[in-house]
């Protein structure tokens, strides 16, 4: 079994300054990760993923996320952030096992840039 | 472009009847999802199909039904035994190595 933990539900932050948005898996395999991005009332947007290589993946609109194995850990981050950022973000993990369709989400994280 | 179409984007249903939610994909991606979502709870997976005329239940499948005729769609009916389909439906479909495509959403109101 897989499962997705986002421990904060929701994250304000003043605009320009740094942001960490948190999720933590669990599986016993080997797992591939993902962060979507959901404006209000619209679908997923592929934000970033691991698939393998390197641990650090970059989204081309400043984002960037770090696998990291042994504190299963896969944390999105921005340095500096924008209004525009405003959105919902959703921490996914999908187990590397044979037969395994499934893509488990995260509860979700509301991220509001502050003026 | 390629891409995944759901309509209606806003539907509402009386209680005791049944609904039927598209979703079609130009994308020529064998596997397709889907997904509803409530506030606060994140997307939870109701029925995938990897292929044509095979589907599988996932996590919250009662109440709900699938067909997958073709390739490119996948329609859900949300039956009267569902006792608590308000929500927020979205479509998916998959190419390898594990690139979803979501479609725009449906939101379901029982009125």
């Known amino acids: 079994a897989q499962s997705v933990t986002q421990l904060d539900s929701q994250v304000p932050v003043f605009e320009e300054a740094p942001v960490e948005l948190r999720c933590n898996y669990s599986s016993s395999v080997s797992v591939y990760l993902f962060w979507y991005v959901q404006y209000p009332n619209q679908g997923l947007q592929l934000l970033l993923k691991?698939?393998?290589?390197?641990?650090l993946v970059e989204s081309i609109n400043g984002f960037e996320a770090e696998f990291n194995k042994s504190q299963t850990s896969f944390h999105l981050r921005k340095p500096s952030v924008h209004i525009s950022d405003t959105a919902e973000y959703f921490c996914?993990?999908?187990?590397?096992?044979?037969?395994?369709?499934?893509?488990?989400f995260g509860t979700g994280t509301r991220l509001t840039i502050i003026p | 472009d390629g891409g995944i179409t759901q309509s209606p984007k806003y539907l509402f249903r009386k209680e005791g009847q049944n609904v039927t939610l598209s979703c079609e994909q130009n994308l020529n991606h064998d596997a397709m999802y889907w997904y509803r979502q409530d506030p606060g709870q994140g997307l939870r997976l109701i029925y995938y199909s990897q292929i044509v005329n095979d589907f599988q239940k996932g996590d919250i499948a009662e109440g709900y039904s699938v067909s997958r005729e073709k390739k490119e769609s996948f329609p859900l009916t949300v039956t009267s035994a569902q006792k608590n389909p308000t929500a927020f439906y979205l479509c998916?479909?998959?190419?390898?190595?594990?690139?979803?495509?979501f479609g725009s959403g449906t939101r379901l109101t029982v009125v």
């Open positions: 998916a479909s998959r190419t390898a190595p594990y690139g979803y495509t």
């Open positions: 996914a993990v999908k187990s590397d096992d044979f037969g395994n369709e499934k893509l488990t």
């Open positions: 691991y698939l393998s290589g390197s641990t």
